[in-house]
């Protein structure tokens, strides 16, 4: 018999990002997002080596919140690393409605969606003074959440994403994901975004992300 040619390791992860209650029919409710509450449990039945889910959970005063700093929602801020000074590595913030406070119903994960075939959650944004968009670590890269440590423990190679919001969370997770080394695939038909303007291809694309959809990541498992 020949000897079958050596392939790559594959070892697929999911990372279902934020499919909490406040961003699907809440205070952030995100367009569109209930509909994707199926294909993610489509998603999650297919075996892949990890399901992860992540929950944005945030203390009551977060500094992204709009009334934490008395200022209309939606408007920005200028925001620095804690201790930081100005000038020193800003970035800026959407101030959002508030969203997600720590283990209100707002918090929880939408009705519908089958948590319980994730097999670990990942909390970020815990930090009243760090905003974090991303499930792998603040944005200077102070400090990482277990997803990091997770993902290399398992041997993981790729992440398949979906979930909320695409030009928030799913994009700032992915950019990371490509950073951490891992071939990362967004899947188009399992996110939905704030904006609809669609721009987050453009820069998922441009750092490596590869796009696909539901029914192409049944065929790849
Ligand atoms: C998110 C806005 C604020 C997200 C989280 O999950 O994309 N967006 N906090
Ligand atoms: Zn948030």
Redesign the pocket.
């Known amino acids: 018999m020949a000897i079958p040619p050596s392939s790559a390791p594959f070892v697929p992860a999911l990372l279902v990002i934020d499919m909490q209650h406040d961003f699907v029919h809440g205070s ?1 409710a995100v367009p569109g997002a209930p509909q994707i509450i199926d294909v993610v449990n489509k998603l999650l039945s297919f075996p892949f080596a990890s399901k992860i889910g992540t929950k ?1 959970f ?1 203390p009551s005063n ?1 500094i ?1 919140f709009a009334a934490t700093h008395r200022k209309p929602e939606f408007s920005k801020i200028t925001i620095y690393p804690p201790g930081g000074t100005e000038g020193e590595r800003a970035l800026e913030q959407v101030l ?1 409605p508030v ?2 406070v720590a283990s209100t119903p707002g918090s929880e994960f939408v009705h519908g969606f089958n948590h319980e075939a994730l097999d670990i959650v990942v909390h970020k ?1 815990t930090h009243p003074d760090i ?1 974090s ?1 991303s499930a792998f670590r603040d944005p200077w890269h102070l400090s990482n959440t277990e997803l990091p440590d997770l993902l290399q423990a398992r041997g993981v190679t790729d992440v398949f994403i979906a979930g909320l919001a695409g030009d928030y ?1 799913v994009k700032c997770s992915a950019i990371d994901s490509v950073l951490f080394g891992y071939k990362t695939w967004v899947i188009q038909d399992a996110i939905r975004s704030v904006s609809d303007t669609g721009s987050e291809w453009e820069v998922m694309e441009k750092e490596g992300i590869l796009e696909l959809d539901s029914i192409q990541t049944g065929e790849m498992l």
């Open positions: 952030l944005d945030h977060h992204s959002w969203h997600c944004g905003e968009y969370c």
